[in-house]
C-alpha cells in the first residue's frame, strides 16, 4: 500500500545545531506540505511543493527551508534550532492540483 | 485570507450518542476535508467533500457551500471517535487553511 512516511519519530537537539525532518511518499503525489502543530495555534504551513524543483514559503516559514529533488522526498530542514521550534511537525502529500490530503505519522521535535 | 471557525470546541459524549460537529469558512473554497487526529496524534482524512454529501459508515459529512458551512455527522459513537476533529478549506489554490478543531471524548 502507498504510505507517507516521516523520520526520526522523535528528536531531541540543541539550540543552534541544524537537524533535517526526513518525508517520502510512495504515493507519486506532486504536492508535498510540512506543518507544525502547536498547542493554541493548530496546524500551520511551513513549506509546500508543487513539483521537482518547486517549493514554497508558507505562513511560518522562517528559520527552516526545504528542496524538492524527487517527487517521493521533501526533507525539512532547521537552519539553526531554536527553543520556538519545540513542535510536532507533519508531512503531508496531494495529488495535482488539491487532491485528498494524507499527513504522516508525526516527528516530535523538542529543542533544548 | 480566508478564516476558519469549527464548532463546538470541545464535546463529551456517551457511548452510543450521536453527534454534529460545524466547520463554518469565511469565503468560497473549491475544496474542503475533514480530518480526525486520535489520541495518538495520527490525522486520518475523514472526507473530501468540497459540496455534496457524503457517507463512510457510521460518518457522514454535508458541505453546502453557498452558505459556507460544512457538517460532520457521527452516529451511535464509539470510545475510539475519540480524538480532535478538523476540518480544512483551500480557497482556489491557497493552500489548505485548518480550522481549530473539535475535541471529542466518548465515554464508555
Known amino acids: 500500500d502507498a504510505e507517507i512516511t516521516q523520520s526520526p519519530r522523535h528528536k531531541i537537539t540543541e539550540t543552534g545545531r541544524q537537524v533535517t525532518l526526513a518525508c517520502h511518499q510512495t504515493?507519486?503525489?506532486?504536492?508535498m506540505f510540512w506543518y507544525r502543530q502547536d498547542l493554541g495555534h493548530g496546524l500551520r504551513l511551513i513549506h509546500y511543493s508543487y513539483g521537482v524543483q518547486d517549493t514554497n514559503k508558507g505562513e511560518v516559514s522562517d528559520g527552516y527551508s526545504v528542496s524538492r529533488s524527487n517527487t517521493e522526498d521533501l526533507p525539512l530542514t532547521l537552519e539553526s534550532a531554536a527553543s520556538s521550534q519545540t513542535s510536532v511537525y507533519f508531512c503531508a502529500s496531494s495529488e495535482y492540483p488539491q487532491g485528498k490530503l494524507f499527513f504522516g505519522s508525526g516527528t516530535q521535535l523538542s529543542v533544548l | 485570507g480566508i478564516q476558519v471557525e469549527q464548532s463546538p470546541p470541545d464535546l463529551i459524549l456517551q457511548e452510543g450518542a450521536n453527534s454534529t460537529l460545524r466547520c463554518n469558512f469565511s469565503?468560497?473554497?473549491?475544496?474542503l476535508q475533514w480530518f480526525h487526529q486520535n489520541p495518538w496524534g495520527q490525522l486520518i482524512n475523514l472526507f473530501y467533500?468540497?459540496?455534496g454529501t457524503k457517507q463512510n459508515g457510521r460518518l457522514s459529512a454535508t458541505t453546502v457551500a453557498t452558505e459556507r458551512y460544512s457538517l460532520l455527522y457521527i452516529s451511535s459513537s464509539q470510545t475510539t471517535d475519540s480524538g480532535v476533529y478538523f476540518c480544512a478549506v483551500d480557497n482556489y489554490g491557497q493552500n489548505f487553511v485548518f480550522g481549530p478543531g473539535t475535541r471529542l471524548s466518548v465515554l464508555p
Open positions: 469565503d468560497s473554497v473549491n475544496n
Open positions: 467533500i468540497p459540496s
Open positions: 504515493w507519486n503525489h506532486n504536492n
